[in-house]
């Protein structure tokens, strides 16, 4: 990345610190995201990841350091970002439908109640989800929450999303699948992404580019450029080569 990408990211992190009580976690982080680019994080278990996400989509504020996006300093939760979370934030109470139009506020996106319904239907059917507008979570598989899950996130038209383990609930089977229908969204909807994961085939398989976090307190240690065309294969020499220099940058 250049350093004028650097200087005007979508996202510009500087110098992050963070300690819980006598517990040092991040130890001077700092790293930007292009417009459009998607970063992947991975890190030793325990190093820091989801304190460090939470600091960067606006959750907990750090010690020390800044987060900017678009240039202008966070002091809160973003509203042009939107949080995935491996714990799910479906409303048990609502149909699918509703679930995708609870996000749609009159004060941002406006429209009627049937254009909100429309607009909810349309990105229920873009993620599989056609035939079940209806239907209430627990008539779900944990697959097809997901899928909501992620709808939700793109009915809002988020400019930044933020993944903390999304798919690391569900099975293998399933998280390959989300992760290819996530890339398909991508490719149609481009938007600023930034992954935390613990699964660095997960992070090769989407990710433009990863940083690799060292034990806590973390900073980062190294990273990555994924220049590989998409779909991508795993058991590719180029993606098996990138695992094993992120493995040994992990000490596995
Ligand atoms: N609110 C908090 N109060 C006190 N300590 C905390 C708090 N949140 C996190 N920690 C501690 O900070 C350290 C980092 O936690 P964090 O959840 O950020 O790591 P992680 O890399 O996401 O972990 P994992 O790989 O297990 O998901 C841990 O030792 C944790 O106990």
Redesign the pocket.
């Known amino acids: 990345m250049s350093d004028k990408k650097n200087q005007d990211g979508k996202i510009v992190v500087k110098d992050l610190r963070k300690s819980?009580?006598a517990?040092p976690?991040i130890d001077g982080v700092g790293f930007s995201v292009a417009e459009g680019e998607f970063v992947a994080i991975v890190?030793?278990?325990?190093?820091?990841?989801?304190?460090?996400m939470n600091i960067i989509a606006g959750f907990e504020r750090p010690d020390a350091g800044q987060v900017l996006v678009d240039g202008r300093e966070l002091t809160g939760p973003s509203p042009k970002g939107i949080v995935i979370s491996q714990h799910g934030s479906v409303f048990p109470w609502l149909t699918v439908q509703q679930n995708l139009m609870f996000g749609l506020t009159d004060a941002v996106h406006g429209g009627t109640a049937e254009e909100k319904a429309a607009l909810a239907d349309h990105y229920a059917a873009m993620v599989g989800l056609k035939g079940f507008e209806s239907a209430y979570p627990h008539e779900l598989s944990g697959g097809m929450l997901k899928r909501v899950e992620i709808a939700r996130a793109f009915v809002v038209k988020p400019e930044i999303l933020y993944m903390d383990?999304p798919f690391s609930a569900l099975d293998a089977l399933m998280n390959l699948r989300m992760r290819n229908e996530l890339l398909r969204i991508l490719a149609e909807e481009r938007h600023t992404v930034l992954l935390?994961t613990?699964d660095v085939e997960e992070a090769i398989y989407m990710a433009d580019r990863i940083l690799v976090l060292s034990a806590?307190p973390?900073a980062i240690q190294s990273s990555f450029e994924v220049d590989l065309p998409h779909p991508r294969r795993l058991s590719s020499p180029e993606a098996q080569a990138l695992r094993e220099a992120i493995l040994k940058e992990l000490g596995l």
């Open positions: 819980f009580a517990l976690v890190g030793p278990s325990g190093c820091g990841k989801s304190t460090l383990e935390i613990h806590r973390t």
